[in-house]
């Protein structure tokens, strides 16, 4: 991959003058989190490639032209595959108040799931739901908004918020790179 800053969160650690063994530990915990689950969606990113030849030579045709890293059709390759196919098939949390849902009155404490699976297949966030199109990712150049996506927080593969996942970056990085690379 192309894009190496030297502004690594290593160095951010060791200039922040944190103990050696918290540094080791946030590694580690970065490297063992992110294994499977970027593996995972790097395979599912693979396989909706072998299921759409077009795709494939689109793909071709734009590391082609971007001197083999890829940008935009990529990146909406990874996150058509995190839509489909969600590593965490939930995200979960516990309410701080009560509140009311889609009509429900929720109480506080109570576990709410919200299923990855299914909302990335809402089709009033994605038209046509059921069909990979990495291009539905891709910003209209006049107006800064996404072509085919009506709502942007449809397909949460990361989470959002405080306890979205630490690795975001990480991972996208990592499948960006090994997809470019192929």
Excluded at 44 to 59: D, G, I, K, S
């Amino acid at each position: 991959c192309h894009d190496c800053s030297g502004d690594s969160l290593f160095q951010k650690l060791i200039l922040a003058d944190m103990p050696l063994d918290t540094i080791k530990r946030i590694f580690v915990d970065l490297v063992i989190a992110a294994g499977d689950t970027t593996a995972y969606t790097t395979e599912w990113a693979f396989y909706l490639l072998t299921q759409n030849p077009e795709m494939q030579e689109r793909l071709a045709k734009e590391m082609a032209a971007h001197d083999g890293r890829g940008n935009m059709l990529v990146h909406g390759l990874i996150k058509e595959a995190m839509r489909l196919y969600p590593i965490a098939p939930f995200i979960g949390r516990y309410l701080d108040t009560e509140a009311n849902i889609g009509g429900y009155q929720i109480e506080r404490n109570s576990l709410v799931l919200l299923s990855l699976y299914t909302a990335g297949r809402e089709p009033k966030h994605f038209p046509d739901p059921e069909t990979a199109k990495p291009e539905r990712w891709q910003r209209n150049e006049e107006t800064g908004e996404l072509r085919e996506v009506l709502q942007s927080h449809g397909s949460l593969p990361f989470a959002i918020g405080n306890r979205s996942c630490i690795g975001r970056r990480m991972a996208m990085k990592q499948m960006h790179c090994l997809l470019a690379s192929v």
